[in-house]
C-alpha cells in the first residue's frame, strides 16, 4: 500500500500533475483543470454527492483503459482510503507475511476489475471495493486454513530442533518433495509473501496455496505417526524412510 501511495504523490506532484478536466465530470466541479490530488479531497468533503462519485470514477476507468498505467495507479490512488480501511479490517489477527498476502491480493482484484466493471450501473467505487475485498477474503481464508493445519504439527518441532532440519529429513524420508521443502521454507520460516515467490516462479499463486497446503498436512501427519524425528539428537526414523 506505500508503494501504491508513493507511485500517486508521484503523479499528482510536480510542474504536470495528472489531471482532469473539471468541465467533463459537471456535479459542481471546478470548470478547470483538476488534479487528482485536489480530486481525491473533493470526493472526500460531506458535500460530494454520489452523482459526483459516479461520475468521478467512471471518466477516471475510462482513462485507466485507454490512456495506460499512470491512470490505473491514479485509480489506485484515488481509492486509497477505502483500500486502506478495507484492509485494517480483513487483516486484523492476521500475522504479517499473510498481511502482505492480503493486501497484495486486494489491490489486484481492484486493478483486474477496472477492465470490467459496468460504468451504467452506479456506485462504481463500492462495486471496485467490493470485488477488492473478496480476493483479500480469499487469501485470508486460504492463508489461515494454512495456519491451522501447522497448528497440529507437535509442539517439539520449534523447540527441539531446527525448523528446516525437519524439512530436510522429510525430503530425505519422501513424504515431501524438495520443491515443497523450499516452498514451505521460503513462506514460513524466512516470512516470504507467497504471492511473491509464486511470481517469481512464474507460477499461479492459488496452485502453490494448495501445493503447500497439501505438503504440510503430509508433514504434520508424518511428525504424528513418527515416519520424520523431531529430535535434536538426530534422525530418529531413517529405518521408517
Not at 480530486?39 to 454520489?50: I, V
Not at 486454513?145 to 507437535?154: F, H, L, R, V
Not at 514451505?184 to 520460516?189: D, G, K
Given at each position: 500500500m506505500s508503494v501504491a501511495d508513493r507511485a500517486f504523490t508521484l503523479l499528482v506532484t510536480g510542474p504536470s500533475p495528472?489531471?482532469?478536466?473539471?468541465?467533463?465530470?459537471?456535479?459542481?466541479?471546478?470548470?478547470?483543470?483538476?488534479?487528482?490530488?485536489?480530486?481525491?479531497?473533493?470526493?472526500?468533503?460531506?458535500?460530494?454527492?454520489?452523482?459526483?462519485?459516479?461520475?468521478?470514477?467512471?471518466?477516471?476507468?475510462?482513462?485507466s483503459r485507454s490512456d495506460g498505467p499512470a491512470w490505473v495507479i491514479g485509480c489506485v490512488g484515488m481509492a486509497m482510503p477505502g483500500l486502506k480501511n478495507l484492509a485494517a479490517r480483513t487483516t486484523q489477527n492476521c500475522p504479517a507475511h499473510v498481511i502482505d498476502d492480503i493486501v497484495s491480493e486486494m489491490v489486484t482484484y481492484f486493478v483486474a476489475q477496472l477492465r470490467r466493471i459496468d460504468l451504467d450501473r452506479p456506485n462504481i467505487l463500492p462495486r471496485l471495493l467490493l470485488w477488492a475485498r473478496k480476493g483479500a477474503l480469499g487469501v485470508r481464508a486460504r492463508e489461515l486454513?494454512?495456519?491451522?493445519?501447522?497448528?497440529?504439527?507437535?509442539?517439539?518441532?520449534?523447540?527441539?530442533?531446527?525448523p528446516f532440519m525437519v524439512l530436510a529429513e522429510a525430503v530425505r524420508c519422501h513424504?515431501?518433495?524438495?520443491?515443497?521443502?523450499?516452498?514451505?521454507?521460503?513462506?514460513?520460516?524466512?516470512?516470504?509473501?507467497?504471492?511473491?515467490?509464486?511470481?517469481?516462479?512464474?507460477v499461479p499463486a492459488d496452485r502453490l496455496y494448495k501445493r503447500r497446503r497439501a505438503a504440510e498436512a503430509r508433514l504434520a501427519r508424518a511428525i504424528e505417526e513418527g515416519q520424520v524425528s523431531v529430535s535434536c539428537d538426530g534422525p530418529a526414523s531413517n529405518l521408517a524412510c
Open positions: 495528472l489531471s482532469v478536466d473539471g468541465r467533463s465530470i459537471g456535479h459542481g466541479t471546478p470548470q478547470r483543470p483538476i488534479d487528482l490530488g485536489e480530486l481525491k479531497e473533493l470526493l472526500l468533503t460531506p458535500q460530494a454527492s454520489d452523482e459526483l462519485k459516479d461520475a468521478v470514477w467512471a471518466h477516471l476507468v475510462r482513462r486454513a494454512s495456519i491451522e493445519i501447522c497448528a497440529e504439527t507437535p509442539e517439539p518441532v520449534a523447540l527441539d530442533t531446527e513424504v515431501i518433495t524438495p520443491d515443497e521443502a523450499k516452498l514451505i521454507n521460503a513462506t514460513r520460516l524466512e516470512g516470504q509473501a507467497l504471492r511473491a515467490y509464486a511470481g517469481r516462479l512464474g
